[in-house]
């Protein structure tokens, strides 16, 4: 079952309605299907962790780099972005992927 123009059908009656043909497996056909796709889904799951870790580790390398720089912190304050134009959103979570876990606007 799935959802076709709005409503609930069979897969089949929904192919039908859409005038997509069915794909008729022959020998092997299947198995090529399917072959590489366990393979596919553990290196971009792989990917996916070495992403978030590496966003981490270089949250972590500005923060220090900030830190040994002494650096001025009142450029990131959201106020400043507000006044130039950005939404709250945009201002708070500084473009930051994961920040909008932590600045939700009501």
Known sequence: MFFYKGRRVPAKQG???????????RERDGLAT?????????IGCLELFDA????KTQEVA????LEALN???KAYDPR???VRGLSRNDALRGKHPKAHRRFRTP
């Open 80 to 82: 400043i972005h507000l």
């Open 15 to 25: 192919l039908d309605e859409a005038g997509i043909s069915t794909i008729v497996f």
């Open 34 to 42: 399917i072959n590489g796709s366990d393979l596919t889904t553990g």
């Open 52 to 55: 978030e870790r590496w966003l």
């Open 71 to 73: 650096a001025n912190m």
């Open 62 to 65: 500005l923060a220090m780099t």
